[in-house]
């Protein structure tokens, strides 16, 4: 008998998934991150997927590093990077969401005097990214107890960076964990910062912006840098999944 593999496990859901991008309003997507530099894709994955993806942590297999973010001083919790090759559903997933995301990411760096311009399709950006010597696969698995949080940050691997990622909320707050809200903060030039909760259920996807994003003031564009983190989980385990779409060093 041969064991399944990852790719095989999630790939009856797959479909589903990446095929439900394709029914959102991109316009109103398009228009939240631009405003805001966040946008939320309600329950773009369902609870049986959530629970794929999330079970997916316990394989080490899987994985090429695991972090205990209070080593590092990250604040408390713990993630694992996925190794390449990716778990089927995650590949698809990064790779179909850079496709709908890159022509707003060539027009925030278009706006912000950024000379940088990414490739229609990831794998061609992932080529890139491994020229420029970042080679190892960035999509992570987050994991938190009670007490636990994540501390304000940006994920910057190297030169090269997209300037949008996604995170995936894979437990429901009120039942399966209290607290540990995705945060996002945005820092204005000579401003105080501002910060914004996501009210993130089960399966919703935030997009949102990874470390300048362009707004529109009075006397023309300026550009603000965003942080994001996770409030304290105050009770159960939180699960979630990042995806990032540059590799790193
Ligand atoms: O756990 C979260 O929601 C935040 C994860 C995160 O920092 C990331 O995906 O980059
Ligand atoms: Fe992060």
């Known amino acids: 008998m041969t064991m399944p593999d990852a790719s095989s496990r ?18 109103h997507i398009e228009s939240d991150l631009d405003i805001r ?4 894709l309600p329950g773009l994955l369902d609870e049986g997927e959530c629970r794929l993806l999330g079970g997916l942590y316990a394989r080490r297999e899987l994985f090429r590093r695991h972090i205990e973010m209070a080593r590092h001083g990250f604040g408390h919790g713990e993630y694992r990077y996925f190794a390449y090759p990716l778990p089927r559903l995650v590949a698809e997933l990064r790779a179909a969401l ?7 990411a060539n027009r925030w760096n278009l706006a912000m ?12 950006f992932l080529a890139e ?5 970042q080679h190892r696969p ?21 030169d090269l ?46 997009i949102f912006a990874s470390h300048h994003r362009p707004v529109q003031g ?25 995806l990032i779409f540059h590799d790193a060093e």
């Open 129 to 133: 990214c491994h020229a420029a010597g």
């Open 98 to 104: 850079y496709a709908r995301l890159v022509p707003i």
């Open 161 to 206: 960076a997209f300037p949008l990622q996604a995170v995936i909320l894979l437990t429901e707050p009120g039942q399966e964990h209290e607290g540990g809200e995705f945060v996002l903060s945005e820092q204005r030039p000579r401003r105080q910062s501002r910060v914004e909760v996501l009210p993130l259920h089960r399966g919703d996807v935030a």
């Open 113 to 124: 005097r950024q000379e940088r311009r990414y490739p229609r399709q990831h794998v061609d």
């Open 218 to 242: 009075t006397r023309g564009i300026y550009r603000v840098k965003m942080r994001h983190g996770v409030s304290q989980v105050r009770a159960g385990q939180r699960l979630a999944a990042g």
């Open 10 to 27: 999630t790939e009856p859901f797959l479909p589903t998934a990446v095929t439900r991008l394709a029914t959102l309003d991109w316009q």
């Open 37 to 40: 530099g966040m946008a939320i």
């Open 138 to 158: 960035t999509p992570l698995l987050l994991r938190y107890h009670a007490g636990d949080n994540n501390c304000l940050h940006q994920d910057l691997y190297g």
